[in-house]
């Protein structure tokens, strides 16, 4: 029933977002965090995956170690701009946040080490894949007097 519900609502991530990642075998981090949901806001725990610049999340640790299962979410971490600490503002300790332009998500870890260990690794992976300005596309306002 779950199932249907995600498929009807539009919550199951497109398969391109996570398309060549083999999410299942090295990630860069993993573990267990507690999210809150999209659209109802209640907090889950669910398991994690950071790999090639992709947050993913699971129901489970045993369907994040399947290679044919689908994750219940994916976040594009390059499109995102910070990843901070929120224990002040979802009024919980050891909680984070992951923020873009568009949207912010929170994130509660088991303890204080989790915490820092998951923004210090989310941060590297928000560096290494945040999509770089060319030359082209900077202005150059010297030559356009």
Excluded at 88 to 108: H, Q, R
Excluded at 111 to 118: L, M, Q, S
Aim: proline content about 3%.
């Amino acid at each position: 029933m779950e199932n249907l519900w995600r498929i009807a609502t539009g919550q199951d991530p497109n398969r391109e977002d996570y398309e060549g990642i083999e999410f299942w075998s090295n990630p860069e981090r993993s573990g267990w965090l507690t999210k809150q949901g999209d659209y109802i806001k209640t907090w889950r725990r669910r398991w994690f995956v950071l790999k090639r610049g992709k947050l993913l999340w699971f129901k489970d640790q045993a369907a994040a170690g399947t290679r044919g299962s689908t994750p219940r979410g994916v976040i594009s971490v390059g499109d995102c701009l910070t990843v901070k600490g929120a224990e002040d503002v979802v009024n919980k300790p050891f909680a984070f946040e992951l923020s873009s332009g568009n949207y912010t998500m929170f994130f509660i870890a088991d303890n204080e080490k989790e915490k820092e260990e998951w923004i210090n690794s989310i941060g590297r992976s928000i560096v290494q894949h945040s999509r770089s300005v060319t030359d082209s596309e900077v202005l150059d306002y010297d030559h356009r007097r």
